[in-house]
């Protein structure tokens, strides 16, 4: 697959170059330095994309969320990115990052069922 990619799209083989994908990876750990929440992302093709972003349940609700966002989208604009991607489930994260800025862009209805799975993306110019 990586092969065949890689001989129909530069975008992928150029990728997989070394260096080319950039890693952003923030931890929470609160005052007992246990960890309590993070994010990770990786910038490539003019892009951020967050693949992992959690907070403990304490720490929800507290602003904490807002500033880890902002601050992967700076890390992230610093590093050469235009845009954001994400995907969430309805009843994990979709408003959260609506009232961020990010839109809806697919929707995958009754995955799990009663509920929907989206991808989301923001521009950061």
């Known amino acids: 697959m990586r092969d065949y990619n890689n001989q129909h799209s530069v975008h992928h083989r ?7 994908v950039q890693p952003i990876n923030i931890i929470v750990s609160d005052g007992n330095e246990q960890w309590v929440g993070g994010i990770t ?11 992992w972003f959690w907070l403990s349940e304490d ?20 590093m050469g990115a235009t845009k954001a991607i994400v995907t969430t489930f309805e009843f994990q994260a979709r408003s ?5 800025g990010y839109e809806v862009v697919g929707e995958v209805k009754g995955y799990p069922p009663g509920s929907s799975y989206y991808t989301m993306v923001k521009s950061l110019e």
Do not use: N, P
């Open 59 to 78: 720490f929800r609700g507290k602003g904490l969320g807002s500033s880890l966002i902002r601050k992967t989208e700076e890390l992230a604009e610093e």
């Open 14 to 20: 150029e990728a997989r170059k070394q260096g080319s």
């Open 96 to 100: 959260f990052y609506a009232l961020k």
């Open 41 to 51: 992302a990786e910038v490539y093709w003019d892009w951020v994309e967050i693949t």
